[in-house]
């Protein structure tokens, strides 16, 4: 069974840094992309970053240029570093992977990133 584990969230002032870490298990196969959504009150979920196993990377549009994902594949962890947050970027961030032939997915339980201004 696949598992997502989160870790990294918090409170930051806006202008400020978090860094959030997945570690994933029970792929044999490994995990073909891995990436981070968030979901804010009242707002759909939306995709933050992804990165692929071989290293290609694609992000949202707002956090392009203040986010980077990266991964070690060694570990199936995959990490988001945040740099200068804003309010904006306060939301449940959650961890995502897709496996297999079959490319099925799994979530993370969230964790909670909340910027004050």
Known sequence: QVQLVESGG???QAGGSLRLSCAA?????????????????G????????IFS????????????R????????????????????????AVYYCNAAYGRTWSTSWGQGTQVTVSS
């Open 43 to 50: 707002k759909q979920r939306e995709l933050v970053a992804a």
């Open 67 to 90: 986010f980077t994902i990266s991964r070690d594949n060694a570990k199936n962890t995959v990490y988001l570093q945040m740099n200068v947050l804003k309010p904006e970027d306060t």
């Open 54 to 65: 071989g290293g290609t990377t694609t992000y949202g549009d707002s956090v392009k240029g």
């Open 25 to 41: 298990s029970g792929s044999a196969l490994g995990f073909n992309v891995m990436g981070w959504y968030r979901q804010a009150p």
């Open 10 to 12: 918090g409170l930051v």
